[in-house]
């Protein structure tokens, strides 16, 4: 499997803390995704950084990239009980299409 | 509103019986995918299609079927092969192989 691996599995934290997802993969990719899943719903797609980026910033969103240690983290600044969900790194895409995708990390944001 | 519609929201099938579901999308893209999620875990590809009229087998093909007639339309088979299809099924779309949008989602559950 080519699966990535989110670290942690599940994450419970205070409403206004920061939450920071981890992700590392086995392949070389052209590009990482970052997805979010509220329970029992679709994916919404948050961020997709290339390889060729260190670091992309949306609204209180920040991904990095180390293609050196083939990991990646994602960190939620100022948290919502909103942002309750889990959180998918993924990769793949490009000419194949084909998106790999992990376990994902639970997110709990308490208010 | 474009987006991608996906029905029903529950169903249940006796074994042994085959059941369709539905995936329309109003976004022009050319893309189409659908995974299966089981609880706890990241999504599978079952079959994705680049263009209309032709497809693609995923990682866990066997006891499916899907149809690309239409650029809107992507309807998955779950036939009586499948020993285990009591899942969360999804369909997706996008433009390239890189951002997809996701449907709601579609709870099948055998009985």
């Known amino acids: 499997s080519q699966q990535g691996e989110e670290d942690p599995q599940a994450l419970s934290i205070q409403e206004g803390e920061n939450a920071t997802m981890n992700c590392s993969y086995k392949?070389?990719?052209?590009?990482l995704q970052w997805y979010r899943q509220n329970s029992g719903r679709g994916l919404v797609h948050l961020i997709l950084?290339?390889?060729?980026?260190r670091e992309k910033h949306s609204g209180r969103l920040r991904v990095t990239l180390d293609t050196s240690k083939k990991s990646s983290s994602l960190l939620i600044t100022a948290s919502r009980a909103a942002d309750t969900a889990s959180y998918f790194c993924?990769?793949?895409?490009?000419?194949?299409?084909?998106?790999?995708f992990g376990k994902g990390t639970l997110l709990t944001v308490n208010p | 509103d474009g987006g991608i519609t996906q029905s029903p929201k529950y169903l249940f099938r006796k074994e042994g019986q085959n059941v369709t579901l539905s995936c329309e999308q109003n976004?022009?893209?050319?893309?189409m995918y659908w995974y299966r999620q089981d609880p706890g875990q990241g999504l599978r590809l079952i079959y994705y299609?680049?263009?209309?009229?032709?497809?693609q087998k995923g990682d866990i093909a066997e006891g499916y079927s899907v149809s690309r007639e239409k650029k809107e339309s992507f309807p998955l088979t779950v036939t009586s092969a499948q020993k285990n299809p009591t899942a969360f099924y999804l369909c997706?779309?996008?433009?390239?192989?890189?951002?997809?949008?996701f449907g709601p989602g579609t709870r099948l559950t055998v009985l």
């Open positions: 997706a779309s996008s433009i390239t192989g890189n951002e997809q949008f």
């Open positions: 392949t070389s990719i052209n590009n």
């Open positions: 950084i290339r390889s060729n980026e």
């Open positions: 993924v990769h793949g895409g490009g000419s194949n299409y084909k998106l790999t």
């Open positions: 976004l022009n893209h050319d893309a």
């Open positions: 299609s680049q263009i209309v009229n032709d497809f």
